[in-house]
């Protein structure tokens, strides 16, 4: 590797490292029971989080044997919503239930251009909600934050010969009972996701972020999920994400599989 490429590559490592600390800023704002998100809820109206204490006929799990508990590896993964459209950088058309909510927040974080300035306003001012005014300017300014603190201009894109994929391996969605609007309108949601960088040439990353969080609260509004701020103070903080921990499931923590 030349000195030049090398110093190209130290560079995608600063970034990755100083995702953890900056990332903590930037969009952050229990649970569903799993069961609830394998339902086929592909609905046109929100629906209300299952009960944690499953009824008479819900085809909720039961537990398992005290020998080998329920754990997020073991369970069934929700099947995440597939979008009808992509519009502004930002994939569309997730249905007003739990999973599409769930879905919507993954499909977000994934395609989020979190260290473009430009790119993230695009993409912000198509998925926020009307009732938060001042989300993008903040997230924006955030993002130009992050990049001198990174040693990047404070506006543009990320340098060329560096790449990033984000992957969301887990979710942890929550009805919030937001006053005045129907529950199941506003949903937090958390996610568990890995982050790599691909340097020159198509080097991999020898270091990629691993089992970072992030949170949003989205809400229903105008036929499509909204990113809002308005309801932050509603959410909370789950148990930490393992998957092979029966508290990280007993909190809602289900894994992902993206539609094929």
Do not use: C
């Not at 000195?3 to 100083?18: E, I, P, Q, S």
């Not at 029971?33 to 799990?61: E, F, H, I, R």
């Not at 260290?115 to 130009?144: F, N």
């Not at 201009?153 to 979710?171: K, N, R």
Request: neutral net charge; charged residues 20%.
């Amino acid at each position: 590797m030349s000195v030049d490429n090398g110093l190209k590559a130290r560079r995608a490592r600063l970034v990755l490292a100083a995702i953890a600390v900056a990332v903590a800023g930037l969009l952050v704002s229990g649970g569903f029971v799993a069961a609830s998100l394998m339902q086929d809820d592909a609905k046109g109206t929100p629906q209300a989080a299952a009960s944690a204490t499953p009824s008479a006929g819900s085809t909720a799990p039961t537990s398992a044997p005290t020998d080998s508990p329920m754990t997020p590896e073991r369970a069934q993964k929700i099947t995440l919503r597939k979008p009808t459209d992509h519009k502004n950088g930002i994939a569309t058309g997730f249905p007003g239930s739990p999973s599409g909510g769930i879905s919507a927040a993954v499909y977000w974080w994934e395609e989020f251009a979190w260290l473009d300035d430009e790119k993230a306003a695009q993409q912000l001012k198509a998925a926020v909600s009307k009732e938060a005014p001042g989300y993008v300017d903040k997230q924006v300014s955030e993002i130009r934050k992050m990049r001198e603190v990174l040693g990047l201009a404070p506006s543009g894109g990320i340098p060329a010969d560096v790449s990033f994929t984000t992957a969301v391996h887990a979710a942890r969605g929550k009805t919030l009972k937001a006053p005045g609007l129907p529950v199941g309108d506003v949903m937090q949601v958390w996610l568990s996701y890995d982050r790599f960088a691909t340097g020159p040439k198509g080097g991999t990353d020898q270091n990629p972020m691993r089992g970072a969080t992030i949170s949003f609260v989205v809400k229903w509004e105008d036929g499509a999920w909204r990113l809002t701020d308005k309801y932050d103070a509603l959410g909370d903080y789950p148990v930490a994400y393992e998957p092979n921990s029966p508290y990280a499931w007993s909190d809602g923590w289900v894994q992902v599989r993206h539609a094929n």
